[in-house]
């Protein structure tokens, strides 16, 4: 790669980040199966369902919140984005980190996959405080959170300790994520598009509600983290879960239909939302529904969809693009969903698992494929465009 094409592409943060979110997105999950059975072991101190889930977690979710952060906070604060030099060393660390958890032993060198989250709440941080502002703080609390998580599952593992809680604890956090950032651009992007198409339909403000809605579903998530199926976690998850479904349905998807980009938008907010309402039912009742569907209807459903979402508009609007889906990013969003459904029948119909898991493998994998056959080219050698995230 030439200088000014490292340079260019070292830019903006969702140009690198991006890209590697998408290809780890193929790369993990395709060798999950083998993994899974065996027959391809990885050397690491991290066991083969550990090693899945923070990879999925810390690995793809860690790459795109940096991605998107690092890029949309130059539009929140006005500063110039985190660029060259600053960018190229967090990559190196993310870059790193996948090495040292899958070929490590446990020892004190684990503690270098920490790097990269420490780098990203460093940055994102400065950032954000520098500019003094203050709106976006909450950013900052949640990137400490992802830390914490990453370092309790990094703990774990070295101490050979059951991770599920730090497992549960950053799938939260990305939750958490998914609800401020995209209970702020939903709306927003619904009511741009409404008026802009000359429709009337009132997409409400924040509010009282919203406030509200955000303070319960953050309790709502403590809860499920440490007791996951305790009776009384169920009140609160239930509570977050109608309450984020009252939000939705004040933002008017129905009426904006006519565009996909906005749909899959509030489709992960919508299964954020049946996340909640799965954890309730499974709190209350464990034996009827797993605690793997609810997982995945988070991990697959909310994040994968979302974070597709996200990637896809952000990727258009910084590379020049119209804000239109085309047949590549509807298939991509269709695969997502296939492997939700095909990763959720999984948990509840174990007898067909073994099909079910290639089916959900192959929709997974084909998904990333084609936001990488879309959009890799735009990211590491395209024009970069102005604004379009609206």
């Known amino acids: 790669m030439s200088r000014a094409r490292l340079a260019m592409v070292l830019g ?6 991006f890209v590697l979110a998408a290809a780890w997105a193929v790369v993990a999950v395709g060798v999950w199966p083998a993994v899974f059975a065996g027959t391809l072991a990885l050397p690491g101190a991290f066991a083969p369902v550990d090693w899945h889930a923070h990879e999925l977690i810390f690995g793809y979710g860690g ?10 906070i130059a ?7 985190v660029a060259g030099l600053r960018l190229g060393a967090l990559v190196l660390a993310w870059l790193v980190a996948r090495v040292v958890v899958a070929v490590l032993p446990p020892s004190p060198g684990l503690a270098v996959g920490l790097v990269f989250p420490l780098g990203l709440l460093g940055l994102a941080g400065w950032e954000i405080l520098a500019a003094g502002n203050a709106r976006n703080r909450k950013v900052i609390g949640i990137l400490v959170l992802l830390v914490l998580a990453d370092a309790g599952f990094t703990l774990a593992v070295a101490q050979g300790c059951d991770t599920g809680l730090a497992q549960r604890g950053g799938l939260a956090v990305l939750v958490l994520l998914i609800l401020l950032i995209g209970g702020r651009v939903t709306p927003a992007f619904t009511r741009n598009w409404l008026q ?15 406030a509200a809605g955000m303070g319960l579903a953050g309790l709502a998530l403590l809860g499920w983290v440490g007791w996951p199926e305790a009776r009384l976690t169920a009140l609160p998850l239930a509570l977050a879960g109608v309450v984020g479904l009252a939000r939705l349905a004040r933002w008017q998807g ?30 209350g009742w464990p034996d009827w529904l797993p605690l793997a569907a609810v997982v995945h209807i988070w991990a697959v459903g909310a994040v994968g969809m979302t974070t597709a979402a996200m990637m896809t508009r952000a990727t258009l609007g910084h590379t020049g693009q119209a804000l239109r889906a085309d047949g590549w990013m509807a298939g991509m969003y269709g695969g997502l969903l296939a492997a939700l459904l095909a990763r959720v029948g999984m948990a509840l119909w174990p007898d067909n698992s073994a099909w079910l898991l290639w089916l959900a493998v192959g929709c997974w994998c084909a998904a990333f494929a084609l936001f990488l056959g879309r959009f890799a080219p735009a990211l590491l050698a395209g024009p970069r465009g102005q604004g379009g995230t609206r």
Request: positive net charge.
């Open 12 to 17: 903006l943060g969702a140009r690198p980040f």
């Open 63 to 72: 790459a795109v919140v940096a991605g998107f952060l690092l890029t949309a």
């Open 75 to 81: 539009n929140w604060t006005g500063r110039p984005p």
């Open 196 to 210: 802009r198409n000359g429709m009337a339909a009132p997409v409400a403000a924040f509010d009282r509600l919203d």
């Open 254 to 283: 129905w009426a904006a239909r006519r565009d996909l980009l906005l749909v899959v938008l509030h489709g992960g907010y919508g299964l954020a939302v049946l996340g909640f309402l799965a954890a309730a039912g499974h709190a």
